[in-house]
């Protein structure tokens, strides 16, 4: 069971299938990302520094998505072309929670799992189902390696707000970067044909 309490939110949630990468295929990942113990620990440190700072993350990146038609499509209604307001809601919530658990960098077999869900969320497969909602019913995977980027590029200010040394702001900064790619590329088995992820 997960403690927290957010509509559609399941880190933890037993019922959720595995994954079908092992915690060694997860430790090669890791080592491919050169994503170290340090990296872990610096983002760590970043979950202090934006704990308090997610709904000013959150308005820089849906200030984004917002403004850039062909993501914001996939946010709405393919009948309407309008944008689902509630749907952008539900997702902002999770998406919050999303930050403070990638800091923790916890990542275990329950993460894992939680990972290919959300890689789901994303993919014809299970994209809607969560909020019930008609919008579009596919990211498209290419999509979700660029938008690596922005969700990179966009937290390091985030993370120099609290005075600490250039050279801390930079060690945030680059195990963030590789803990969001880390994510997208998992998030990219649903679009892999069986075997060749
Ligand atoms: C690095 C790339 C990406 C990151 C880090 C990211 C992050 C997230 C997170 C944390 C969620 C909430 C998952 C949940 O708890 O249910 C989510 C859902 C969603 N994201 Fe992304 N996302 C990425 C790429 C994209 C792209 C390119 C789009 C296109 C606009 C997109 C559109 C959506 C949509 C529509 C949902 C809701 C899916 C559903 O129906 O359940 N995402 N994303």
């Known amino acids: 069971m997960t403690s927290v309490s957010i509509p559609g939110y ?13 915690l060694e295929d997860l430790a090669d990942l890791k080592a491919s ?18 704990k308090d700072q997610l709904e000013a993350i959150l308005d820089v990146w849906y200030g984004f998505v917002g403004s ?8 709405s209604d393919p009948a309407t072309g309008q944008p689902v307001k509630p749907y952008l809601d ?18 275990n077999e329950a993460w894992l799992a939680w990972q290919d869900e959300i890689g ?15 919008a579009v019913p596919h990211v498209p995977m290419r999509h979700m390696l660029a938008l690596v980027m922005p969700i990179s590029v966009t937290m390091k200010p985030f993370l120099a707000k609290k005075g600490h040394a250039p050279a801390q702001v930079e060690a945030m900064h680059a195990a963030w970067s590789k803990a969001v790619l880390l994510q997208a590329i998992l998030w990219c088995r649903p679009y892999v044909k069986e075997g060749d992820f």
């Open 10 to 22: 399941r880190l933890g949630d037993a019922a959720l299938p595995a994954s079908p990468l092992s």
């Open 33 to 50: 990302l050169l994503f170290g113990d340090d990296d872990a620990a610096a983002l760590r440190m970043a979950h202090e520094v934006v």
């Open 68 to 75: 850039t038609p062909h993501l914001l499509a996939y946010f």
């Open 90 to 107: 539900a997702v902002r919530k999770r998406f919050g929670q999303w930050i403070l658990d990638t800091c923790r960098a916890d990542y």
């Open 120 to 134: 789901r969320r994303h993919h014809r497969s299970g994209k809607n189902r969560t909020d019930g909602v008609c």
